[in-house]
C-alpha cells in the first residue's frame, strides 16, 4: 500500500516540489496550503507522515503541529518541520509542540527521499 | 524535482511580489500595523526560500539580504518611513528583475541604502558577502551516510566504538522508529548489540507508548562521530549517548568498513537539472479552460438535443435521465464558468503601485479608492482591462487632478482622490473610474478638436458628443505632452478594448468637480442563460438575466404599427419595439403577444414577441465577420432540435428604442 505524506506549505511551488519528488518515488502525498487547510484534511485523510513549512497564512508551522497532535490518532505520525533558518530555539519549540525532527530550506530530492525513508522506513 | 513546478515558480515569485508590494504600499498608511509589518515578512521569506530551492540563488541572496535589513522593523528598533517604503518597493523590483535575468540596479546600492536606514553596519556588509544560503545548512544536509567514513581507509584502524543508548521517551508518540535508526547502525558496521532494560518500569507504571529500552553495541573504529551521530537524526532532542573508544580485534574492523564502502558519497548540487513526474495541478493554462468550455458547451448542446427527444418520446423513465443529465450539465456549466472568474481585486495591486509611482512624480498626494474588489470577472476579461485601467488612472492624475495649490484655492482638500469601483449590473459588470479633479472643459475640447480636424466649426454636437471626443484618435488636451500621459497610448485605444470586450465606454464630467468614465462589460463571454422566444416563426435567444419581466401585450395597443409605441409598465413609461417589423419578418401577428422587457443599465425597452418558448442554456457561437454590421444580433446558439437561434442583443436594441423614443418625442 502507498503511504500518504501530507504536504503542507504556503508555496505552491515548493508543495509541487515536495509532492512530485514523493510521488516519484512512490508515496502518495495530499497538498495543504497552510496549518489551517492541514488540519481539515488532516481530520479526515489519515496521513502517514506530515512536512510541514513554518512561515504560513492562518495558522503557522508550530500552531498546526500542536493542533495536529491534539487530534486524535495522530500519535506515532511522524512531522517534518522545514523552515529557512537552522535556529536552535525554533527547533526546539518544533520539537516541543510535536515534531520528529526537522529540515532547513533549500534541499534537494536526494536529501528530501533520504529523510522521508528514514522516516517512513524504505 | 520536476519541470511544472519550475514552470510553477515565476507565476507564483511575481505573486508573492505583488503581495509584498500591496503590504509595503498598505505600510505606507499604516505603519505600526503588526498583522502587516509580519506579512511583509513572511512573503519575503516564502519568496527566498523557494527562490533557493529553484537555483535562484542571486534573488536568495539579495532576499536573504533584504530581509535581515527589514527585521529591524519587525523587531520593533526602526519605525516604517515613506524613504523605508519607496526602498522596499524598489528592492521588490530588483528581485523581479533578478527573476528575469538580470537588473538595471545594483542590489548593493539598495541594500546598503536599507541598511543605512536600519543604522546595522552588519547589514551593509551583507550586501557584498553573498552568505551560504544555497549551499544548504543544517540537520537534512548530513543525511548522506558514511561520507566521511569512506574517506577513511585506515587498515590498522583505531579501536571501536563502544555506544551504548536511550532513545528519548516519546519518540514512538511523535513518530520515530527506534528499528530505523537500529538498522542504520547496522549498516555502519554495528556488532554485539544487546538491550538495556534497567530503566524498564514495574508493569503497573508502564505506559505502553513510551520508549524504555535502550541498547548497547559496539561500532567500527574508523567511524567518525559525527557520522554516528548522524544515525540518530531527529533523535537529538532527549537523547541519551555514551560513546566511546574501547580495544577490539581487526577482523571487526574489516567488516566494519565493508559496510561503510557501499554507502554513496553525495554529490555537489550546484547544477540541479530537475526532473521526474507530475503531480496534482494547481495551476492550469488558460487554453485549457478554454477547451473545457467549449466542451461544455457542446455538452449543452448534446443536452438539450436529449431533452427534446426524451419529451417527444413520452417516455417516463427517459425523461428522468435526461433531467438529470440536465441538472448535471447546468452545474458542470457553473463550476467550469466559475473556474474562470477572477476578482477585480487581482490587478488592483498594480494600480495602487501607479498611483504611488505617480504621486512622487506628479507632486500631487493622490488617494486611490477602490470598491468592490470582490466584483468578478472572467480572466480574460480582467487581464485585458489591466492596461486601459492603468491609462485612465494615469490621465485622471496627470490631466484630471490639479496641483495642490490649485485644489486649496478652489477649496478642496490638497489630496486628490481617484475612485475605482465595480459592481454587477444585470448581465454586465460596470467599472467606473472617477476623480475630483478639474473636470472636462467643454469649451477647449470642441476648440481642440476643430483645431485638430476631428470636427468642423459648423457641426452641431450637444454635451455628451462633445465629451465622446476624448476617445477619438489622436485627441489630446495635456498643455505639454508629459512623461505619463504622452506615451501614444491614447483614449481611443482604451475605447478599442472595451469594445473588443464588447463593453461600452461613457464619459461624464463637472467643470470643478471631476470626470467620471463608466465601462460596461458584459459578465461572462462562452455561455449564458437565454429566454427563447418566437417571433413570425423564428426563433430568437435574449439573455435572461437582462430580462426584467414579461407582461401580455394589451388588445387594444396590438394591431398598432410603427417601430416603437411607448407602454405604462409599472406606472413607468417605456418604449417598446415590435421585433416583427424591425426584423422584418412577413405576416401579421397573433392575438396574443408578449411583450418582454430587458434592461441595460438604466435603462429599459420593451420587446414584442409572439411566443415564449422558455429558458435555455444557451451556447454562444461568434457571428462571422461578414455579420458582423449586425447590429441586432450578439451572437447564435445551436438549440435541441439542431436549428440555429439568432440572440438578440440587448444593449444595442435598447439604445435603439431609447433612441426611436427621443426622435418621437422631439
Redesign the interface.
Known amino acids: 500500500m502507498k503511504r500518504t505524506v501530507l504536504v503542507v506549505d ?8 515536495i ?3 514523493l ?2 518515488a512512490g508515496y502518495d ?1 495530499i ?1 495543504a496550503t497552510d496549518g489551517q487547510d492541514a488540519l481539515s484534511i488532516a481530520r479526515t485523510a489519515r496521513p502517514a ?1 506530515v512536512i510541514t ?1 513554518q ?3 492562518n495558522l503557522d508551522g508550530l500552531g498546526f503541529i500542536r493542533a495536529f497532535r491534539a487530534l486524535p490518532g495522530t ?6 518541520f522545514l523552515s ?1 533558518e ?1 535556529a536552535e530555539t525554533l527547533k ?1 519549540k518544533a ?1 516541543a509542540a ?15 527521499l ?2 522521508v525513508s ?4 524504505a | 524535482m520536476t519541470e511544472d513546478a519550475e514552470q510553477l515558480f515565476p507565476i507564483e515569485a511575481r505573486a508573492l511580489a505583488e503581495s509584498l508590494e500591496a503590504g509595503l504600499l498598505d505600510l505606507k498608511s499604516h505603519p505600526e500595523d503588526r498583522a502587516l509589518i509580519d506579512g511583509v515578512f513572511r512573503d519575503l521569506h516564502t519568496l527566498k526560500g523557494s527562490g533557493a530551492m529553484f537555483g535562484h540563488t542571486r534573488l536568495a541572496q539579495f532576499l536573504h539580504d533584504f530581509e535581515t535589513a527589514f527585521e529591524a522593523v519587525r523587531d520593533g528598533r526602526l519605525r516604517v518611513s515613506p524613504a523605508l517604503v519607496e526602498l522596499g518597493l524598489r528592492a521588490c523590483d530588483h528581485a523581479m528583475a533578478l527573476l528575469d535575468g538580470g537588473s538595471a540596479e545594483p542590489g548593493e546600492v539598495l541594500l546598503s541604502a536599507l541598511a543605512a536606514l536600519t543604522l546595522e553596519p552588519g547589514a551593509a556588509q551583507a550586501a557584498a558577502q553573498p552568505d551560504d544560503l544555497a549551499a544548504g545548512t543544517g540537520v537534512g544536509d548530513s543525511l548522506a551516510l558514511g561520507r566521511e567514513a569512506a574517506a577513511v581507509p585506515d587498515q590498522d584502524g583505531p579501536p571501536p566504538w563502544s555506544l551504548s543508548v536511550y532513545l528519548a521517551g516519546d519518540t514512538l508518540t511523535l513518530g520515530g522508529r527506534p528499528l530505523g535508526v537500529l538498522d542504520e547502525l547496522r549498516a555502519l558496521g554495528a556488532q554485539r548489540l544487546h538491550p538495556l532494560l534497567d530503566r524498564l518500569p514495574p508493569l503497573s507504571e508502564l505506559t505502553p507508548d513510551r520508549l524504555y529500552v535502550g541498547w548497547r553495541m559496539e561500532l567500527p573504529g574508523e567511524l567518525s562521530e559525527e557520522v554516528i551521530r548522524e544515525a540518530f537524526l531527529f533523535h537529538d532532542e532527549g537523547l541519551d549517548l555514551e560513546l566511546e573508544r574501547r580495544a577490539a580485534g581487526p577482523a571487526e574492523a574489516a567488516a566494519a568498513r565493508g559496510a561503510t564502502a557501499a554507502a554513496d558519497p553525495e554529490q555537489p548540487d550546484a547544477e540541479r537539472r530537475p526532473k521526474g513526474s507530475a503531480g496534482a495541478m494547481m495551476r492550469v493554462p488558460a487554453e485549457r479552460l478554454d477547451e473545457m468550455m467549449d466542451r461544455v458547451g457542446e455538452l449543452v448542446i448534446a443536452e438539450a438535443r436529449l431533452a427534446e427527444l426524451a419529451a417527444r418520446s413520452g417516455d417516463t423513465l427517459l425523461i428522468t435521465v435526461a433531467e438529470e443529465i440536465q441538472r448535471l450539465a447546468t452545474s458542470m456549466r457553473e463550476t467550469t464558468m466559475s473556474i474562470r472568474m477572477t476578482p477585480i481585486g487581482s490587478i488592483s495591486g498594480r494600480f495602487r503601485r501607479l498611483v504611488h509611482d505617480l504621486d512622487a512624480t506628479l507632486g500631487k498626494p493622490i488617494d486611490l479608492v477602490i470598491e468592490g474588489q470582490d466584483t468578478e470577472l472572467d480572466k480574460t476579461v480582467i487581464e485585458m482591462l489591466a492596461d486601459p485601467l492603468m491609462h485612465l488612472i494615469r490621465n485622471s492624475a496627470d490631466h484630471g487632478l490639479e496641483t495642490p495649490e490649485e485644489r486649496r484655492s478652489m477649496g478642496k482638500p490638497d489630496v486628490g482622490t481617484i475612485r475605482m469601483g465595480a459592481r454587477y449590473s444585470g448581465a454586465e459588470v460596470v467599472i467606473t473610474l472617477a476623480d475630483d479633479g478639474r473636470g472636462l472643459d467643454l469649451g477647449k475640447l470642441r476648440a481642440h478638436a476643430e483645431k485638430r480636424g476631428l470636427i468642423g466649426p459648423e457641426d452641431d454636437l450637444d454635451d455628451a458628443e462633445i465629451r465622446a471626443l476624448i476617445l477619438q484618435p489622436g485627441f489630446s488636451t495635456a498643455q505639454s505632452v508629459t512623461e505619463l500621459s504622452g506615451r501614444g497610448v491614447g483614449m481611443d485605444v482604451v475605447r478599442r478594448t472595451i469594445e473588443q470586450l464588447r463593453g461600452t465606454l461613457e464619459v461624464e464630467s463637472e467643470p470643478g468637480h471631476g470626470t467620471q468614465i463608466s465601462m460596461r462589460l458584459p459578465l461572462t463571454l462562452a455561455i449564458i442563460d437565454g429566454l427563447l422566444v418566437e417571433v413570425a416563426g423564428e426563433r430568437y435567444t435574449i439573455p435572461l438575466a437582462a430580462v426584467e419581466h414579461i407582461i401580455e401585450l394589451p388588445e387594444d395597443r396590438a394591431q398598432e404599427t410603427g417601430h416603437t409605441r411607448l407602454l405604462t409598465i409599472r406606472d413607468k413609461l417605456v418604449p417598446f419595439l415590435r421585433l416583427r417589423q424591425l426584423l422584418d419578418s412577413p405576416g401579421a401577428p397573433g392575438p396574443h403577444q408578449k411583450v418582454v422587457v430587458v434592461t441595460a443599465g438604466e435603462l429599459r425597452v420593451g420587446l414584442t414577441v409572439d411566443r415564449i418558448i422558455g429558458s435555455s442554456q444557451t451556447v454562444i457561437k461568434q457571428l462571422s465577420p461578414l455579420h458582423a454590421a449586425l447590429k441586432s444580433f450578439s451572437g447564435a446558439t445551436v438549440l435541441g432540435d439542431g436549428t440555429v437561434a439568432l440572440i438578440l442583443d440587448v444593449p444595442q436594441l435598447v439604445a435603439f428604442g431609447q433612441a426611436l423614443d427621443a426622435v418621437e418625442a422631439a
Open positions: 504556503d508555496s505552491a511551488s515548493v508543495r509541487r516540489l509532492s512530485s519528488t510521488r516519484a502525498t497538498e507522515a513549512d512561515n504560513m497564512p500519535a506515532g505520525v511522524p512531522v517534518i529557512t537552522n526546539q520539537r510535536g515534531a520528529l525532527g526537522w529540515m532547513t530550506k533549500p534541499f534537494d530530492d536526494r536529501k528530501l533520504n529523510v528514514k522516516v517512513l522506513g
